[in-house]
């Protein structure tokens, strides 16, 4: 489905899903480089089975409210980059694939304090071979572990870039989201010479 | 109060799928959350026809905005803008245009390479 030619003013639209537990500050990087403040979206799960205790349930409804944070930025070249925050709970994992869908990769928000919370979405990326970089939420501009620890703790090969950000900047947000291009360009290019 | 309203949209108490005639959308392709909607000339033409949402899409559309964005704009449900968006391009009030490519698919690597590259250009020129 290469290069759907727009019938309209020629705009083409591109994403980036932006994942990490819950908390980890994955609004505020969006917010940081969002030319909109960051929209909330929400979609209605009817089948009763993910779960009724989300914000909206009541006692006589079955449906589940999953809301999704999402932030646009105009590039040049006539593109427009969306990127979509991840429902946090993990009950919701069902969501990230229709995020995950059609995107040029993903970033894994990382908060050294509690390492574990992204575990979900790296086994997300993995197993669905969505290139993703994973980028240490460095709040206050505290450095707590160095790459290879996070690299061991994370158990991941050398492949995926490890980087380090205050998502609340956003010359470090503008430099991940090149990462992940970047790194999406590598993939593609190593797969076609290898093919 | 015996009763909640299931959500509130634009001034007007309803619930979400009563405006689509109880469609979801299931069974149509899935319209990507970031396609672009812009409305037609056609579309500008015939904009009284509609009511509600669909005329709220209709006038957001102008410029060209995401699903996603007149899901949240609109404070209606994704699945709703789908079944709206999906019936005014039917009527060829609005097109649709989907994202470019998808990564790990069988995409034409040098058009997928090319856009990669524009992408990059275009963040690192921010």
């Known amino acids: ?140 501009g505290q450095r707590l572990h160095g790459e290879d620890e996070v690299r061991n703790a994370l158990q991941i090969g050398p492949e995926a870039p490890i980087v380090f950000c205050d998502a609340r900047v956003r010359v470090d947000v503008q430099r991940v989201l090149g990462n992940v291009v970047e790194h999406t360009l590598d993939r593609v290019m190593s797969e076609a010479a290898a093919s | 109060m015996t009763s909640m309203p299931e959500t509130h949209a634009g001034g007007r108490i309803v619930r979400p799928y009563t405006m689509t005639g109880g469609r979801t959308g299931v069974g149509h392709p899935m319209i990507a959350l970031e396609a672009l909607v812009a409305v037609t000339p056609a579309g500008m033409r015939m904009r009284h026809q509609f009511r509600w949402e669909a005329a709220e899409i209709i006038a957001r559309s102008r410029s060209e905005t995401a699903i996603i964005e007149l899901a949240a704009l609109l404070e209606v449900p994704i699945g709703v803008v789908r079944v709206l968006t999906a019936d005014l391009r039917e009527k060829g009030a609005v097109t649709i245009t989907e994202p470019a490519s998808e990564s790990g698919s069988e995409a034409d690597t040098p058009g997928y390479t090319e856009l990669l590259q524009k992408v990059l250009d275009g963040i690192n020129a921010l």
């Open chain 1, 1 to 140: 489905m290469a290069s759907t030619p727009s019938e309209s003013t020629g705009l083409t639209p591109v994403k980036i899903v932006v994942a990490g537990g819950f908390g980890v500050g994955k609004t505020t990087f969006v917010g940081a480089i969002s030319e909109i403040e960051p929209l909330r979206s929400e979609a209605i799960i009817t089948d009763a089975s993910y779960g009724i205790d989300e914000v909206t349930a009541d006692a006589t409804k079955t449906e589940t409210t999953v809301a999704m944070d999402f932030g646009r930025i105009s590039l040049k070249h006539q593109l427009v980059l969306y990127l979509f925050g991840t429902p946090g709970q993990d009950r919701f994992h069902f969501m990230w694939d229709e995020l995950a869908r059609g995107a040029i990769g993903a970033v894994v928000l990382v908060d050294t304090r509690r390492i574990e919370a992204c575990f979900a979405a790296i086994d997300f990326f993995e197993k669905r071979r969505t290139p993703f970089v994973v980028a240490v939420n460095t709040f206050h």
